[in-house]
């Protein structure tokens, strides 16, 4: 049995050093940038597993090796991905009508 490592000083755990957390910028800054760019890669996940059903299809319409059950398997991915994508965008909505909706 080895004994127990020491537990790092701070900074050195996470890896960001004091510097390094000063250049950073604010939270509320990249916050929009961050959603922005999560949904924009939920966007662009989904468009592909529409594209490799599609693919999928095509291959087994033209005789291909694929099987009937990849197909379903990846329509159901897809189908998933796009609903997962528009409640996404739903509750993002809300959640901004919400904000109008409050008093000055």
Not at 3 to 32: C, K, L, R
Not at 62 to 76: N, R, V, Y
Not at 85 to 103: C, D, F, G, S
Request: charged share 15%.
């Amino acid at each position: 049995m080895s004994a127990i490592p020491p537990i790092p000083p701070p900074g050195e755990a996470t890896g960001v050093t004091a510097a390094a957390a000063a250049q950073q910028p604010d939270a509320p800054a990249g916050v929009g940038n961050d959603f922005a760019d999560m949904f924009q890669q939920g966007l662009e996940e989904v468009s592909a597993l529409e594209q490799g059903a599609d693919a999928v299809a095509t291959d087994i319409a033209t005789g291909g090796d694929s099987q009937i059950h990849d197909l379903m398997i990846a329509t159901s991915k897809s189908e998933i991905g796009t609903e997962l994508l528009v409640q996404t965008r739903n509750k993002a909505l809300e959640a901004y009508h919400e904000i109008m909706q409050l008093p000055v």
